[in-house]
Structure formats: structure tokens, C-alpha cells
């Protein structure tokens, strides 16, 4: 029993697939489906870095490199 609710428990006796399973729990259906997407995201994510390891900067990521780099920059600098 897993909080209250009765669920199914796999073992892998003899160790031969590499198998994991996620319990996700959530107080709406939204929240669920959320959560669901962002797993499948990252799983997607890591099939896609086994096939092919090359990435580049996304989502701003180039932008904050340089804002950091700018301001230890200019806290060397006097004036």
C-alpha cells in the first residue's frame, strides 16, 4: 500500500534489464500532466545526448555566460 492506494510492485529477480519506474503524485490532474511531460522531456533529453553528444547554448544561455564574465570584469576594474 503506498499512500493509501494499492499499486503493483515490479522486481527485477535476476538483474538482466536495466528498468526504472516513477511514481509521480500530485494534488491535481494538472500538476500530474506537468510532471509527466517534464520526465518525458528529460528522458527524450538523454536518449538524444546518447545519440549524439554535441550540443550548443540555448534559451539565453550564451547572454548569462557573458553578463558573468562582464562583471567579474569590471569589479577588477577601478573608475
Given at each position: 500500500?503506498?499512500?493509501?492506494?494499492?499499486?503493483?510492485?515490479?522486481?527485477?529477480?535476476?538483474?538482466?534489464?536495466?528498468?526504472?519506474?516513477?511514481?509521480l503524485?500530485?494534488?491535481?490532474d494538472?500538476i500530474?500532466?506537468?510532471?509527466?511531460?517534464?520526465v518525458?522531456?528529460?528522458?527524450?533529453?538523454?536518449?538524444?545526448?546518447?545519440?549524439?553528444?554535441?550540443?550548443?547554448?540555448?534559451?539565453?544561455?550564451?547572454?548569462?555566460e557573458?553578463?558573468k564574465?562582464?562583471?567579474?570584469?569590471?569589479?577588477?576594474e577601478?573608475?
Amino acid at each position: 500500500m503506498f499512500s493509501s492506494l494499492w499499486v503493483t510492485v515490479l522486481k527485477n529477480e535476476e538483474g538482466r534489464n536495466s528498468v526504472a519506474i516513477a511514481v509521480l503524485r500530485g494534488s491535481t490532474d494538472s500538476i500530474l500532466d506537468d510532471l509527466g511531460r517534464a520526465v518525458d522531456d528529460g528522458v527524450n533529453t538523454y536518449k538524444s545526448m546518447c545519440r549524439d553528444s554535441r550540443i550548443i547554448p540555448g534559451a539565453a544561455a550564451t547572454e548569462i555566460e557573458l553578463a558573468k564574465r562582464l562583471k567579474e570584469f569590471s569589479l577588477k576594474e577601478t573608475g
